[in-house]
């Protein structure tokens, strides 16, 4: 059982209005921290979005309080992992906290306000009451947001455990446009966790209040980004409190990722990636640093549609592709594909959908997905390796050299067909009147005639081998050899 651990620290919030500069789009909200907004140049990033309804942020968490005012109308119905229903209210407090810095409303005269506020929260629950999370549920759940619709997940949970089936799924997640955004944890350390040192993952750790990375926060060049941390926030029970550690920083960044989403609905998560990272100013222990969300939206832009097809399962007959466009399915593009299998460099179409199921009649071949659209580009996936073929000889393995004592003999493997062979040549010393029942004298492409050769002929054994089974072909023997 491999457990996460939540970092969230929740504080007594101490009111602490800073002297706000004159914006048009500064949220109104008594408790709205504008020090820590300005940090990472949020008021000029609202000139531009505030983000959309149709950018929803899945919180990974404890659940989210849906009836809190300032939460009010912005979470969809969620799912509870833990307990395998949809009620994904929050009995912790943990994930309220980061649903309110992610997304809490603005200028509703009550409480704080979110990054993205015009954005909408869906609450996933994975983290039971004893505060701990299994990383098999966390994939689940990010599985579950990405089948949703969500744009943005983020998961301010964290573990030692580098769980393949958990990097599968942020893989996948980043494949289908959807950004995922975790904590990197409250340790001081640099060990790394997962999964925010998942190279697919845009890990956070949280800076101090003087500036430069927080002791507690982890570090190391795993760790792409940091932001202010201590965020005042939603509380269970209708409440405000300040969401303190890595957990309250993460949901800033995926706040302002949700809101380079809201601008840009094309963008591929490596461009969204690319533009937090060009723009981030350095701070040591960290590999980019410090997000500017006002720079990031300038550098993104609004990229048109540009498919990054991708492919993900085994070549193999009786295995299923899935391909991924690269693009949000927000953004509402209606993709057609075209499974293709390519023999050289001839390739005909061979399925259609999302998802292809591989075929005897693939064995041999390597298979590709071409993605077009209206107004869009059409791109092709890479290929897949072979898809595995049995292997058969076509023409016999053979000998090359002269029939002497001290000779030096080459064996020829002959041809053969078949994926992924691997090759095997033994050296067989023939009886004098028979081949049949002959000595293995050698392995090897090579064999010199010994003196015990003279007066009998050598063959060549190659046995070709792939993981469908294997084949022996025997050459012609030699002369007898002098
Ligand atoms: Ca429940
Ligand atoms: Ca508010």
């Given at each position: 059982m491999?457990l996460v651990?939540a ?10 209005l800073?002297?706000?500069?004159a ?5 109104t909200?008594?408790?709205t921290q504008?020090?820590?907004?300005e940090a990472?140049d949020l008021?000029r990033?609202?000139d531009i979005?505030t983000?959309s309804?149709?950018v929803?942020i899945?919180v990974?968490?404890?659940g989210v309080d849906a009836s809190?005012p300032?939460l009010?109308?912005?979470?969809e ?7 395998g229903d949809t009620?994904a209210a929050d009995g912790n407090?943990?994930g309220t906290g980061v649903?309110?810095i992610?997304a809490?409303?603005?200028n509703?005269g009550i409480g704080?306000?979110?990054?993205c506020?015009?954005c909408?929260?869906?609450p996933l629950r994975?983290?039971g009451p ?5 990383q098999?549920?966390?994939a689940d759940?990010?599985d579950?947001a990405v089948d ?9 949970l964290?573990?030692e455990?580098?769980?393949v089936r ?6 996948r997640?980043?494949r289908?446009g959807v950004v ?5 944890g409250?340790e ?5 966790e997962?999964?925010?040192?998942f190279?697919?993952?845009i ?6 209040e003087g ?5 507690y926060?982890n570090?190391?060049r795993?760790?792409?980004f940091?932001?202010p941390s201590?965020?005042?926030t939603?509380q269970i029970?209708?409440g405000f ?7 309250g920083?993460?949901?800033?960044v995926?706040?302002i ?5 809201a ?5 591929t ?6 533009a937090?990272?060009r723009?981030?100013r350095p701070v040591a222990?960290?590999r980019?640093?410090l997000v500017?969300a006002y720079?990031?939206l300038h ?7 540009r ?10 007959v ?7 466009t690269?693009?949000w ?10 499974w293709?299998?390519?023999r050289?460099a001839?390739c ?7 998802a ?8 041999g ?7 077009s659209?209206?107004?869009?580009p059409t791109?092709?996936s ?5 898809v595995?073929e049995?292997?058969?000889?076509e ?9 002497l004592?001290g000779?030096?003999l080459?064996?020829?493997r ?5 994926t992924a062979?691997?090759?095997s040549?033994?050296?067989i010393?023939?009886r004098?009147t028979?081949?049949?029942g002959?000595?293995e004298?050698?392995l090897g492409?090579?064999?010199r005639?010994?003196?015990a050769?003279?007066g ?17 072909a025997v ?7 002098r």
């Amino acid at each position: 059982m491999v457990l996460v651990r939540a970092g969230l620290v929740t504080a007594v919030f101490a009111c602490a209005l800073a002297a706000a500069v004159a914006h048009a789009a500064l949220p109104t909200d008594p408790l709205t921290q504008n020090a820590v907004f300005e940090a990472v140049d949020l008021p000029r990033a609202w000139d531009i979005t505030t983000g959309s309804p149709d950018v929803v942020i899945a919180v990974v968490d404890s659940g989210v309080d849906a009836s809190h005012p300032d939460l009010a109308g912005a979470v969809e119905e969620g799912y509870d992992f833990v307990d395998g229903d949809t009620d994904a209210a929050d009995g912790n407090g943990h994930g309220t906290g980061v649903a309110g810095i992610a997304a809490a409303r603005a200028n509703n005269g009550i409480g704080a306000a979110g990054v993205c506020w015009s954005c909408r929260i869906l609450p996933l629950r994975v983290l039971g009451p004893e505060g701990f999370a299994l990383q098999t549920t966390m994939a689940d759940a990010i599985d579950y947001a990405v089948d949703h619709g969500a744009a943005v997940v983020n998961v301010s949970l964290y573990g030692e455990n580098h769980d393949v089936r958990l990097e599968d799924t942020i893989v996948r997640a980043r494949r289908a446009g959807v950004v995922v955004v975790a904590a990197a944890g409250n340790e001081g350390a640099t060990t790394r966790e997962y999964p925010a040192a998942f190279p697919a993952t845009i890990s956070v750790g949280a800076i101090a209040e003087g500036g430069g990375l927080a002791g507690y926060s982890n570090r190391g060049r795993w760790v792409k980004f940091a932001v202010p941390s201590c965020v005042v926030t939603t509380q269970i029970g209708g409440g405000f409190g300040a969401g303190c550690g890595t957990s309250g920083a993460t949901p800033l960044v995926a706040g302002i990722a949700a809101l380079l989403r809201a601008r840009a609905r094309f963008a591929t998560v490596s461009q969204i990636e690319s533009a937090l990272a060009r723009t981030a100013r350095p701070v040591a222990g960290v590999r980019f640093g410090l997000v500017d969300a006002y720079a990031a939206l300038h550098a993104l832009g609004q990229p048109a549609p540009r498919f990054e097809p991708t492919l993900e399962g085994m070549a193999d007959v009786g295995e299923t592709l899935t391909a991924y466009t690269g693009i949000w399915a927000g953004a509402r593009i209606k993709p057609a594909y075209a499974w293709q299998r390519c023999r050289g460099a001839s390739c005909a179409t061979v399925g259609t959908g999302s998802a292809y199921r591989v075929r005897s009649a693939d064995r041999g071949t390597a298979l590709q997905v071409s993605v077009s659209a209206p107004g869009v580009p059409t791109a092709v996936s890479a290929r897949t390796t072979l898809v595995p073929e049995r292997v058969r000889n076509e023409t016999r393995p053979s000998i090359v050299g002269r029939a002497l004592v001290g000779e030096t003999l080459r064996a020829g493997r002959g041809s053969w067909s078949g994926t992924a062979l691997s090759f095997s040549p033994t050296w067989i010393r023939c009886r004098v009147t028979s081949c049949r029942g002959g000595v293995e004298v050698a392995l090897g492409w090579r064999y010199r005639a010994r003196p015990a050769d003279r007066g009998r002929r050598l063959r060549v054994v190659v046995t070709a081998t792939n993981r469908l089974g294997s084949v022996t072909a025997v050459s012609t023997p030699t002369a007898r050899i002098r």
